[in-house]
């Protein structure tokens, strides 16, 4: 007798869409065979898409911002979001503070995580300052550990200089980490931050202009060198301009090892979105920002050809009040309030809607983007995929039913739902994690703590062909 079978659903994966059951013991898939029978429990698809649960490899989580705000959402309250939006593994950050030690901060996330993730979780670790005791220790006993990627900047005031970026850089190809990278270029952000407001130009929608275009592609540009030079993998994460594409898809072609993603806010919203009376243009407020429809247009290309990698949420909850994106007033200058939007709940309904009605694109491509890549990628073992041998992290997707997303009816402590007014047709209904029923029409089953930490053996794949000059130091040691 099997524990569960889910019976009559039709089951999408990343290379299929097939008429099968699934059969579950001990939390993990033991058979996907049309037939089955014998279990203690039936599950009844009928009429359901059967999806893996969503893997989102990009969250802020209880983290202190570089402005010194904490984000709005606890694990508890993030996971809750999560899991009712059909994602059943995230991957947030665990954040050093400027001279704090690496494992504390990683030993504080994973505390803080056990208490309230509902969730299966893991951490990248985000590195904020080398220089403290410990540095190179902590780091390399935290990748053997199964914290196998880091995260920096080169902007903000947590932006690392080209020495040390070019220092982690090789610690990670020495303990087999991934890289992952907000890329964009500080100088001109600061130079053109300080002219808009010099010119008067203060509000939200002046954001928009204060990250040049130029900023990312710099910035992934010299990632992308830097990566191809030493042979290190490297993770662009939110790609938003066509240039920048473009950037990925020539580093590519020459050898570098290149990922990238990009987020449901560069595919859907524009700049335009900034405009809005008073502060209002504040809720949208992310970095980099959003862009044009021609650059839109360059991200779906990207995905399609491969040189996009995987669809991740950003999220970064910031409340629309005096606590987060309006801490400095009601007159605020974009250079003041808070970057980042609310995405773990909405992420899969909306891509799933804008899949579902393309002629381009397939439910296999959303499972690929939005499960099985980020997966594979950030080495979640046994996530994303329909297998005997993966855990039994299922979604059952009512693919006729129609939502339209009201002002504050998210499940995180945000306060206001980004898109507010859209109507998406396509609904995950019933989320599984390891075999457990936690969301079924709407209601929340999975508890605060029940989330398990994910240790992740990730094959970081090198080229095994670095530039020259570093081959020629490499083999001479």
């Known amino acids: 007798m099997h524990d569960l079978i889910i019976s009559g659903g039709t089951i999408v994966t990343a290379d299929a869409c097939i008429s099968s059951d699934i059969a579950i013991d001990r939390g993990k898939i033991t058979k996907v065979e049309p037939g089955l029978r014998g279990a203690h429990q039936v599950l009844d698809a009928t009429d359901r898409l059967v999806l893996p649960g969503g893997v989102d490899p990009h969250c802020h989580i209880e983290q202190m911002s570089g402005m010194g705000l904490m984000n709005a959402d606890t694990f508890e309250t993030a996971t809750a979001s999560a899991a009712i939006g059909g994602t059943t593994s995230l991957i947030s950050f665990a954040a050093q503070p400027p001279g704090g030690r690496l494992r504390d901060a990683v030993e504080d996330y994973k505390m803080r995580a056990e208490r309230g993730a509902r969730i299966d979780h893991a ?9 403290v005791p410990n540095f190179e220790k902590d780091l390399t006993e935290l990748v053997q550990e199964g914290h196998k990627s880091l995260k920096i900047f080169t902007t903000y005031n947590i932006g690392l200089d080209d020495k040390a970026i070019l220092h982690i850089l090789k610690l990670a190809k020495s303990t087999g980490a991934l890289v992952c990278v907000h890329a964009e270029n500080d100088a001109l952000i600061k130079a053109t931050t300080a002219d808009l407001l010099a010119a008067g130009m203060t509000q939200p929608e002046h954001h928009a202009l204060s990250h040049p275009r130029a900023a990312e592609v710099e910035a992934v540009a010299r990632m992308c060198l830097f990566a191809k030079h030493l042979d290190q993998p490297v993770m662009l994460f939110h ?119 393309s002629d381009r694109f397939t439910l296999q ?29 299922l979604v059952l997707w009512d693919q006729d039913r129609s939502v339209t997303y009201g002002a504050n009816d998210l499940h995180d402590n945000v306060g206001y739902n980004p898109w507010e007014g859209r109507t998406v047709t396509g609904w995950p209904e019933t989320v599984l994690q390891r075999g457990k029923v936690i969301v079924q029409n709407g209601e929340l089953r999975a508890e605060p703590g029940q989330g398990k930490w994910l240790k992740r053996t990730l094959e970081t794949h090198p080229t095994g062909h670095p530039a020259p000059e570093r081959a020629a130091i490499v083999s001479s040691s």
């Open 123 to 131: 951490f990248h670790v985000l590195i904020a300052d080398p220089n």
């Open 239 to 357: 790609i938003s301009t066509a240039e920048a594409v473009g950037v990925v898809k020539e580093a590519r072609a020459n050898g570098a090892p290149i990922w990238a993603e990009t987020c449901p806010h560069y595919l859907f919203m524009t700049a335009d979105i900034l405009r809005q009376d008073g502060l209002d243009g504040a809720k949208f407020m992310c970095s980099p920002p959003q862009r044009t429809e021609l650059d839109q247009a360059a991200l779906w290309d990207g995905l399609t050809t491969g040189q996009l990698d995987l669809i991740s949420s950003d999220h970064a909850p910031y409340r629309f009040d005096e606590t987060g994106k309006l801490t400095a007033g009601l007159k605020a200058r974009f250079d003041q309030i808070a970057n980042g939007l609310p995405g773990l709940e909405t992420r899969l309904p909306i891509l799933f809607d804008a899949v579902r009605h």
């Open 365 to 393: 491509h959303f499972v690929e983007w939005t499960a099985t890549a980020p997966a594979r990628l950030y080495g979640l073992q046994g996530k994303g995929r329909i297998e005997p041998g993966y855990d039994a992290d």
